[in-house]
């Protein structure tokens, strides 16, 4: 399943229309750091924040995620 998402087509970049986000990971395993950058730039996304954590930073720096996901969140609604 994972190799058919990465290979599939876009058909409603949500992102051109909804404010977006992006957490990055330094640490990630799953999703390495270049391939984080790549889609943050590929998309335009300007409001990003860098953690030195793996892919769980929910669970190991939940006080900068909450901090982050507030942030968004109010930047969503200035928006709209």
Known sequence: MFHSVL?????????????????LCTNDSALPFPSQERSI????????LTLNAGHSSDLSR???????????????????
């Open 7 to 23: 290979q599939s087509s876009l058909t409603y970049p949500a992102y051109l229309y909804i404010p977006s986000s992006f957490l």
């Open 62 to 80: 939940v006080n900068e995620v909450v901090d982050f996901v507030v942030e968004a969140v109010q930047i969503a609604n200035v928006k709209n």
């Open 41 to 48: 730039n590929g998309a335009g996304i300007k409001h990003t």
